[in-house]
């Protein structure tokens, strides 16, 4: 038994054999060298204790062993940040980074990454540019604005806005605006960290505009603030004042020029009415009076995370040379993807056609439909053990945007003698390209709303290898 191990151990391939072998060599050359050298030695560790142990009795081929170096290397090399596919229905789904580029956005994004561009440099007078003038004249010609800059995120110019506004001064608010998006961004501990100082007005239900009004203590207001509640809705016996309010009470006072800001959140450029989704606009919250509006780059606009900040040149012009400034600055990929995104807009039918986070949530039930129609029988074709439907559900705008919104959506959903939801979709988030798909009543939701038609391949493959599970088996 012993001299047969050794045996065994002796013919195990030496290293560097393995390295110069037609199964490998090539591998050598795509991943980090030392990486698989290193893999290598582990792998062959591995059987050498299975022989010595008698788990093993035959020497593996070096195909076979060449194949286990590959998998473990993808398994503990394998990119962190990884593509997935978004079954889930929520088009800005804020764990599945929220909005998708254009493809005009991504060759932008691709161009400004990869060469040298002239993110600060005057190509025609041959001197020194600046960053913000790239997007800038886009921004205000679509919006109308007269000024505009781009800053990391909307958390980032919220903070920068009443820091360079209202630092030292009193920045009114009703208290049924004080939101909290995700976590760490609240607008009282903002309010705090910039510098100015909150002065909650009104009820969490009602504010009117006489609660302004009594507020306003002439040199030592900042500003008024309205905060867009995005991700909540506060419903029953209600009041908010509106924009045009607010500007209202501002011009009362002559002596005093205190900037309306407003934090809107989602930055609507096209009215969406027709999708149940009663957001207010850039445009129109510009043209009811605000002199400062604050939006994501990644939320309804369709564009890269960053937060964009319109309004007049005066306010514009002290936040852009405002000492944060430079820490919140975006880089040149930002810009890329920003400006590619803006200029869709130019034309509202181009940009719904062309920008994903729009053309997703604009899709039709019928369209909708159909696409889950296709997806079904191909998936039944490829795992004839599980049943496949189409069923009507209801999708989301997500990311924190329209939260009472329900669009009608339709999903294949998977099921089947002994089928486990569950376990399925474990599996599929094990793919290579995992698959993101929700659990509801015993059965498996694949909604079509935010997956392309493209990648039916992977769902495909995928369910052709859960074709062979047994399910009963846990
Ligand atoms: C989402 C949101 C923010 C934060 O925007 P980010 O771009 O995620 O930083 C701020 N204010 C409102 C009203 C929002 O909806």
């Known amino acids: 038994m012993m001299g047969k191990n050794q045996e065994l151990l002796r013919k195990l391939p030496k290293i560097d054999e393995m390295l110069q072998d037609e199964h490998l060599i090539f591998f050598t050359e795509i991943m980090p060298r030392q990486v698989v050298v290193e893999t290598l030695r582990e792998v062959i560790d591995m059987v050498r204790r299975e022989i010595i142990d008698g788990r093993r009795e035959e020497i593996p081929a070096v195909e076979e062993l060449a194949g286990l170096v590959k998998q473990r290397v993808f398994e503990e090399q394998g990119k962190s940040l990884r593509r997935v596919i978004n079954a889930t229905g929520v088009v800005l789904h804020t764990n599945l980074g929220r909005a998708n580029l254009s493809r005009r956005a991504c060759e932008s994004v691709l161009e400004a990454a990869g060469y040298y561009s002239n993110l600060e440099y005057d190509i025609k007078k041959g001197s020194r540019g600046s960053r913000h003038d790239h997007v800038e004249q886009l921004i205000r010609k679509i919006t ?111 002596e005093f020029s205190v900037p309306v800001i407003y934090d809107m959140g989602s930055g609507l450029m096209t009215d969406l009415s027709g999708c149940g989704i009663g957001e207010p606009t850039v445009t129109e919250a510009l043209k009811e009076g605000a002199d400062v509006v604050l939006f994501s780059g990644d939320k309804l606009l369709g564009g890269p995370q960053c937060g964009v900040v319109i309004g007049k040149k005066e306010y514009v012009d002290r936040m852009k040379s405002h000492p944060m400034a430079r820490a919140f600055r975006v880089d040149k990929m930002t810009l890329a993807a920003l400006e590619a995104t803006f200029f869709e807009y130019q034309d509202s039918k181009r940009a719904m056609r062309e920008i994903p986070v729009l053309r997703m949530i604009t899709e039709t039930g019928i369209r909708l ?3 889950a129609e296709k997806l079904c029988g191909q998936l039944s074709e490829a795992a004839p053990s599980l049943e496949f439907m189409v069923e009507p559900c209801r999708d989301q705008v997500g990311g924190g945007s329209a939260p009472l919104v329900m669009l009608e959506g339709y999903a294949v959903t998977v099921s089947g003698e002994d089928f486990n939801a569950e376990r399925s979709e474990r599996l599929l988030r094990k793919e290579e390209l995992p698959i993101i798909a929700r659990v509801a009543r015993d059965k498996l939701w694949l909604s079509v709303r935010t997956i392309e038609e493209t990648e039916f391949k992977w769902i495909r493959e995928a369910f052709s290898k859960q074709n062979q599970v047994r399910w009963q088996d846990a």
């Open 144 to 254: 109308g604005a007269q000024a505009a800059m781009v800053v990391n995120n909307n958390a980032a110019a919220t903070m920068l806005c009443l820091s360079a506004l209202a630092r030292g001064k009193e920045v009114i608010t009703s208290r049924g605006e004080l939101v909290e998006i995700g976590g760490s961004f609240r607008i009282p501990e903002i309010m705090e960290e910039s510098g100015a100082h909150l002065l909650e007005v009104g009820a969490t239900n009602k504010t009117k505009p006489a609660d302004y009004r009594k507020a306003f203590h002439g040199e030592m207001t900042g500003a008024f603030l309205k905060v867009h509640t995005s991700n909540y809705k506060i419903v029953g016996f209600t009041q908010e004042v509106s924009i045009r309010e607010l500007a209202a009470l501002r011009d009362e006072s002559e």
């Open 369 to 371: 439909k159909e696409k």
